[in-house]
């Protein structure tokens, strides 16, 4: 995970707190062993995949050589990020992860502040992570019935997706209970409008 003293913190249950101008830009890591070692090498592998529940997860494996006729590199690094699960990752989740990789290869090879191993970019993604968790989320349990309530055309068919959601009414958290009887009435005032 990260070497940040704050992650002590963190398994205490304590609020996170770092300062995020105290970390490097991967940039600055790149531009850094490229003067260092004109004659290196930075290799990326980006590639994706399709979960089952349909998330696009983006994989990079860096490799870095100190120098380009070296068949093994020095170091490598790897990062992973899910396409959406972020305002960036809506749009830029293959630079992002590619980034990340970079930044985690160069630090694997002392690219890094003292205690700094995370980059910048790697520390924000932690802070919009903890952000989130703060924030209410749809649980896996009800997503398929928002999908079902959004996809109901009839009210017949509304009316089986509701009898559904109260036979699994004990898998759902109150808030999601909430928000799938408000989908459910605002469904059923638009289609009682078109009859």
Same mark, same amino acid.
């Given at each position: 995970?990260?070497?940040?003293?704050?992650?002590?913190?963190?398994?205490?249950?304590?609020?996170?707190?770092?300062d995020?101008?105290?970390?490097?830009?991967?940039e600055?890591?790149?531009?850094?062993?490229?003067e260092?070692?004109?004659?290196?090498?930075?290799?990326?592998?980006?590639?994706?995949?399709?979960?089952?529940?349909?998330?696009?997860?983006?994989?990079?494996?860096?490799l870095?050589?100190?120098?380009?006729?070296?068949?093994?590199?020095?170091t490598?690094?790897?990062?992973?990020?899910?396409?959406?699960?972020?305002?960036?990752?809506?749009?830029?989740a293959?630079e992002?992860?590619?980034t990340?990789s970079?930044?985690?290869?160069?630090?694997?090879?002392?690219?890094?502040?003292?205690?700094?191993?995370?980059?910048?970019? $790697?520390?924000?993604?932690? =802070?919009?992570?903890?952000?989130?968790? #703060?924030?209410?989320?749809?649980?896996e /349990? *009800?997503?398929?019935?928002?999908?079902?309530?959004?996809?109901?055309?009839?009210?017949?068919?509304? $009316?089986?997706?509701?009898? =559904?959601?109260?036979?699994n009414?004990? #898998?759902?958290?109150?808030?999601?209970? /909430? *928000?799938?009887?408000?989908?459910?009435?605002?469904?059923?005032v638009?289609i009682?409008?078109?009859?």
């Amino acid at each position: 995970m990260f070497c940040h003293p704050s992650i002590e913190g963190l398994k205490q249950g304590a609020k996170m707190a770092f300062d995020l101008s105290q970390y490097e830009l991967v940039e600055d890591r790149i531009r850094a062993f490229w003067e260092k070692y004109p004659n290196g090498r930075l290799l990326t592998d980006v590639k994706f995949h399709t979960r089952d529940n349909g998330a696009i997860v983006w994989t990079c494996h860096s490799l870095l050589f100190i120098d380009k006729e070296d068949t093994r590199p020095t170091t490598t690094g790897f990062a992973m990020e899910v396409e959406g699960s972020t305002n960036v990752n809506k749009y830029s989740a293959a630079e992002n992860c590619e980034t990340s990789s970079l930044g985690r290869c160069l630090a694997n090879f002392l690219f890094a502040a003292k205690g700094k191993r995370a980059s910048e970019s $790697e520390m924000k993604k932690v =802070k919009r992570m903890t952000e989130e968790e #703060k924030t209410p989320k749809v649980y896996e /349990d *009800a997503k398929p019935f928002f999908d079902a309530l959004e996809l109901s055309d009839t009210i017949d068919s509304l $009316e089986v997706v509701r009898n =559904k959601i109260t036979a699994n009414r004990a #898998k759902l958290s109150p808030a999601d209970l /909430d *928000a799938l009887r408000n989908m459910y009435e605002a469904r059923k005032v638009a289609i009682e409008a078109t009859l």
